[in-house]
């Protein structure tokens, strides 16, 4: 993971900006509605994607990741696998050249196949190993992660929608204070 040095602007910082956009709007007459400049909205929108908490980001890395690890210990494993039938192929390579030079020929292949089949389990078994600590490792930093993207996520809506409604309801309030003087101004002209 690169270290991002990246300065982030707090979301409540760029909520409060949010707010500030919605009242400085312009009250379309007769009705509860602004007009809100939509490009100052959407600068707003992408500076909160932008200061989303490293921890999203860092998720889809370690999905990233968790393939690089699985791919590394499949390779690992196959080395260990290789080299293993190559040290079998030397073993059986060299018992039978010893046991050219020996009475019991036959007896010392078996021995040395026997030998080089256990020491071939032994690399399977190790390699089978690793696989399964690294799934298991991958498995559960991901599972990590995505419970705090949730919970993340899961806050900055909460946060979101109690923020358009205390502007919803300013906005309400606005709007009936501007239709009680409109109507104020009509009973005068009367």
């Given at each position: 993971?690169?270290?991002?040095?990246?300065?982030?602007?707090?979301?409540?910082?760029?909520?409060?900006?949010?707010?500030?956009?919605?009242?400085?709007?312009?009250?379309?007459?007769?009705?509860?509605?602004?007009?809100?400049?939509?490009?100052?909205?959407?600068?707003?929108?992408?500076?909160?994607?932008?200061?989303?908490?490293?921890?999203?980001?860092?998720?889809?890395?370690?999905?990233?990741?968790?393939?690089?690890?699985?791919?590394?210990?499949?390779?690992?494993?196959?080395?260990?696998?290789?080299?293993?039938?190559?040290?079998?192929?030397?073993?059986?390579?060299?018992?039978?050249?010893?046991?050219?030079?020996?009475?019991?020929?036959?007896?010392?292949?078996?021995?040395?196949?026997?030998?080089?089949?256990?020491?071939?389990?032994?690399?399977?078994?190790?390699?089978?190993?690793?696989?399964?600590?690294?799934?298991?490792?991958?498995?559960?930093?991901?599972?990590?992660?995505?419970?705090?993207?949730?919970?993340?996520?899961?806050?900055?809506?909460?946060?979101?929608?109690?923020?358009?409604?205390?502007?919803?309801?300013?906005?309400?309030?606005?709007?009936?204070a501007v239709n009680k003087i409109r109507?104020?101004?009509?009973?005068?002209?009367?």
């Amino acid at each position: 993971m690169s270290d991002n040095t990246q300065e982030y602007t707090p979301l409540n910082e760029l909520l409060l900006r949010i707010d500030e956009t919605i009242d400085s709007g312009s009250t379309v007459p007769f009705s509860n509605k602004k007009m809100i400049d939509a490009d100052q909205l959407h600068e707003l929108i992408d500076e909160i994607r932008i200061s989303m908490p490293p921890e999203i980001k860092r998720a889809q890395e370690m999905e990233a990741q968790k393939k690089a690890i699985l791919d590394n210990a499949k390779q690992e494993a196959d080395e260990i696998k290789a080299a293993a039938q190559s040290e079998k192929d030397n073993i059986i390579k060299e018992a039978k050249a010893e046991a050219d030079k020996l009475v019991s020929e036959q007896d010392i292949i078996q021995r040395a196949t026997e030998y080089a089949k256990r020491e071939v389990e032994t690399a399977n078994q190790e390699a089978n190993e690793i696989i399964s600590k690294a799934q298991a490792e991958a498995d559960s930093t991901i599972s990590e992660a995505r419970t705090k993207e949730k919970a993340i996520r899961e806050a900055m809506v909460s946060n979101i929608e109690s923020t358009l409604a205390e502007a919803s309801q300013v906005l309400e309030k606005n709007l009936d204070a501007v239709n009680k003087i409109r109507d104020a101004i009509a009973h005068i002209g009367e």
